[in-house]
Nanobody, 126 residues
């Protein structure tokens, strides 16, 4: 399973960006997806997750109310809408996937993700 994150860029504080995570896998609705980020000099951080059917989501505390994860399984794409961006959100954002029997499962443990894609850089200027 190959994943590709896109949509990063330079934005001013308070602005918005929408990231996309795309794949060519044929049964994408059976994959739970997570969004991660890694800022320079910092460890990777788990940001958000969504179940295969899109009905269940999870957010890290610092992004709750600002970020929204969604998916369009017909388009094999998971989105991360990022609003009210802050300079602290600056990082390389990447997505990961894990196939789950239960399409309602949100995978909350980083090490359980089996497939990772290259990230996209988000830079928030103050």
């Amino acid at each position: 399973v190959q994943l590709q994150a896109s949509g990063g860029g330079l934005v001013q504080a308070g602005g918005s960006l929408r990231l996309s995570c795309t794949t060519a896998v044929r049964t994408f609705s059976t994959y739970a997806v997570g969004w991660f980020r890694q800022a320079p000099g910092k460890e990777r951080e788990f940001v958000a997750a969504i179940s295969g059917n899109g009905r269940n989501t999870w957010y890290e505390d610092s992004v709750k109310g600002r970020f929204a994860v969604s998916r369009d399984n017909a388009e094999n794409t998971v989105y991360l809408q990022m609003n009210s961006l802050k300079p602290d959100d600056t990082a390389v954002y990447s997505c990961a996937a894990r196939r789950e029997v239960n399409a309602q499962t949100v995978v909350l443990i980083t090490s359980r993700y089996d497939f990772w894609g290259p990230g996209t850089l988000v830079t928030v200027s103050s």
